[in-house]
């Protein structure tokens, strides 16, 4: 039985995102609060911009995972982009031929990916998470273990607004908008809700699901070069460490928070959106609070944590799940 306290919390839930709303609500009153530079103009850029290269990773993850697949390498794949794209420019190759360069690469590798996850038995997180490690250490060969700065030649993107929105946020809007359009209102979609859904019955009702896998693949390994593009503006530089794994935990965080299911069929980019603005507003509040660097992590891992187990309970008290 519902007791009304239950009930009149359950209301809450029952909003589409209601309970991750609230939460982000609190932290940003209570950072402000806190710190008074939260609110400045200077750090609301620089958090939008941070949130903006895991967006365009968590939106790739959000399709894919909805399509029951996964990709641990996102972050890793993000970091060789990076790394190539560093070498090129500083090579002096043009913007254009690297950002090509750096797509094509990064598409190949999630593509690489799908082929693994379709063609072989590994279930996609060993396979995934196996490449990533692989990307790591070819991130560090690509670098030779030193960092690579490129001058100001991906300065505007990095750096510069809008109507003062920076570019790096417009761009990952965009990228969000796209993949919601897409899970909403195209085949490919509602194709990658019937995969997650039940792959067997998705292929008996005529889904070319090898097909399907590798295209998402490939577009995941895409954005996730797109993402290590946008961090590279930003950052002006390639360093070890830069993206990686570390980068994949926090979009995996993201997903998982605003709902997507882990065993696919679920998938949400506003929740994904809400959960990428949350780890970031967080990462920031400890910051400026001058909360010791470490716990950033337990944070992550924490929130990361109770969210999967929320996610699992909503999987079972929800009687729309097919």
Known sequence: MDTPSAAGGGALWRVPHGGLVAVLLVVIVFTALRADSFTTSQNLLNVLRQISVNAVIAGGLTLLMTAGGMD???????????????????????????????????????????????YTNVAPFVATLATAMLLDGVALLVL?????????????????????????????VLVLLLIGLVMRFTTFGRDAFAMGGNEHVARLSGINVPARKLALYALAGALAGLAGLMLLSRLGASAPNTAGLQTQLTAVAAVVIGGTSLAGGRGTVVGTALGVVLLGVVANALNLLQVNSNYQLVVTGAVLLVAAIINGFQHRNDPGHH
Not at 73 to 88: D, F, R
Not at 144 to 167: C, E, F, K, R, Y
């Open 72 to 118: 641990f390498s996102m972050g890793s794949n993000a970091a060789v982009t990076t790394a190539v794209a560093a070498q090129l420019l500083s090579g002096g190759r043009s913007t254009a031929l690297t950002v090509v360069v750096a797509l094509v690469l990064a598409a190949l590798i999630g593509l690489v990916n799908g082929l693994v996850v379709t």
């Open 144 to 172: 030779n273990g030193m960092s690579v700065t490129i001058g100001d030649t991906m300065q505007a993107l990095g750096n510069s607004t809008v109507a003062g929105l920076p570019w790096l946020l417009v761009v990952a």
